[in-house]
């Protein structure tokens, strides 16, 4: 995986490296990669789902949204194994089935990932172009390269009938010194 790649799938996952405005201690910073190890490590982990975490005091939060509950349950599961943590605090949310959720969801991710400038995001082995659909609002989370293609990914996301709104909370990463 490239160093651009592992940025992104860092960043998606919301890792907070910083404890009471410090930086955290060694053993806190092993922690934490070894979460967002674990949840990118997750099999049924996609394009679809977006989780995040905080680690705090050795107390691992989950947060965000994914499509089965099986996702939710493994993800405590593979975090409570983590030598270090003490506590799991399971706050991800199932989004609700929906077959119109579904096919806002396809078409979503067709109407990104098929646009020539955004298809180099589809390569990964976790896109990190994120789509979470909750009764017919699309909200994109993650990391690209560039503002232009923030504001394309949510432009194309718009453009998508039955699609009620679209939140474009993707990051754009930072230039590299």
């Given amino acids: 995986m490239n160093r651009r790649a592992v940025l992104a799938v860092a960043l ?3 890792v907070s490296s910083m404890v009471h405005g410090q930086t955290a201690p060694r053993s806190q910073q092993r922690l934490e990669r070894e979460v967002r190890h674990e949840l990118v490590m997750l099999p ?3 394009v679809f789902d977006n989780l995040m975490f905080r680690v705090e005091n050795y107390r691992v939060t989950l947060m965000g949204e994914v499509t089965r509950p099986t996702l939710k ?3 405590e599961a593979v975090i409570k ?3 270090g943590v003490e506590s799991v605090d399971n706050q991800i949310e199932v989004l ?5 959720d579904d096919r806002i969801r396809l078409a979503v991710y067709r109407a990104i990932y098929r646009q020539a400038s955004l298809s180099r995001y589809a390569l990964q082995a976790v896109p990190p172009i994120h789509i979470i659909v909750k ?3 699309v909200r994109l989370e993650g990391v690209v390269a560039t503002e232009a293609d923030k504001n394309l990914a949510g432009m194309r996301a718009k453009g998508v009938s039955g699609v009620f709104s679209v939140n474009n909370d993707l990051r754009v ?3 590299q010194s």
Avoid: F, R, V
């Avoid at 609700?96 to 119109?100: F, Q, Y």
């Fill in 81 to 83: 194994q983590i030598e």
């Fill in 135 to 137: 009764n017919g609002n």
């Fill in 173 to 175: 990463e930072k230039p």
């Fill in 12 to 14: 998606s996952l919301g």
């Fill in 96 to 100: 609700p089935l929906s077959p119109n």
């Fill in 73 to 75: 349950s493994d993800a």
């Fill in 44 to 46: 049924y982990y996609g």
